[in-house]
T-cell receptor, first 115, second 110 residues
Framework: NAGVTQTPKFRVLKTGQSMTLLCAQD?????MYWYRQDPGMGLRLIHY???????AKGEVPDGYNVSRLKKQNFLLGLESAAPSQTSVYFC??????????????FGEGSRLTVL | GQSLEQPSEVTAVEGAIVQINCTYQ??????LSWYQQHDGGAPTFLSY????GLEETGRFSSFLSRSDSYGYLLLQELQMKDSASYFC???????????FGAGTRLFVKA
């Protein structure tokens, strides 16, 4: 039982390049989330999904796209990377608990640097 | 919109008790969670309050007052390993988003 797995764990990009971060969970969770964490700013929600085939915008969605084609996977894409997207990205998943999300289970994080 | 406020840093002595406060503003409040994060690690869940009152889990307790839009995390018998960042997070009913505060850095001194 791996929990939440993120790939890659480290990546360096040049401005304008594109890339996709993959999040996979094996807990059959309904909800999945992508957050970014910058120093002193906590975790900010980028996009989230409440089920297979659904996605929704979070607090800071600009410059990112997501897809949830399979229940266990949640992909985060950067179409044209910018230095402002240098950050640590965390994926999280949760089960449905009495109508809403329960405890969030986080992946280990993906450290992205955009030069 | 939503906002959460918590102190940026707290320092306490090993063996002591420390309280980390969190005030929030949100529509459609569902519950308040607390997470711990050590440097270089991922956040891990500590507690969750949906109703007013105190929830206790070992050395950690969490309190919620919905009428005051306020909660706190209480850490007892502090240990050096408790040095970490602590985040409060609001769950709202409008889309089931979980929004985090900026975090409180706890330093435990010997």
């Amino acid at each position: 039982n791996a929990g939440v797995t993120q790939t890659p764990k480290f990546r360096v990009l040049k401005t304008g390049q594109s890339m996709t971060l993959l999040c996979a969970q094996d807990m059959n969770h309904e909800y999945m989330y992508w957050y970014r964490q910058d120093p002193g700013m906590g975790l900010r929600l980028i996009h989230y999904s409440v089920g297979e085939g659904t996605t929704a915008k979070g607090e800071v969605p600009d410059g990112y796209n997501v897809s949830r084609l399979k229940k266990q996977n949640f992909l985060l894409g950067l179409e044209s990377a910018a230095p402002s997207q240098t950050s640590v990205y965390f994926c999280a998943s949760s089960y449905r608990d009495t109508g809403g999300p329960g405890e969030l289970f986080f992946g280990e994080g993906s450290r992205l640097t955009v030069l | 919109g939503q906002s959460l406020e918590q102190p940026s840093e707290v320092t306490a002595v090993e063996g002591a008790i420390v309280q980390i406060n969190c005030t929030y503003q949100t529509s459609g409040f569902y519950g308040l969670s607390w997470y711990q994060q050590h440097d270089g690690g991922a956040p891990t869940f500590l507690s969750y309050n949906a109703l007013d009152g105190l929830e206790e889990t070992g050395r950690f307790s969490s309190f919620l007052s919905r009428s005051d839009s306020y909660g706190y995390l209480l850490l007892q018998e502090l240990q050096m390993k408790d040095s970490a960042s602590y985040f409060c997070a609001v769950l709202n009913t409008g889309g089931f988003k979980t929004i985090f505060g900026a975090g409180t850095r706890l330093f435990v001194k010997a």
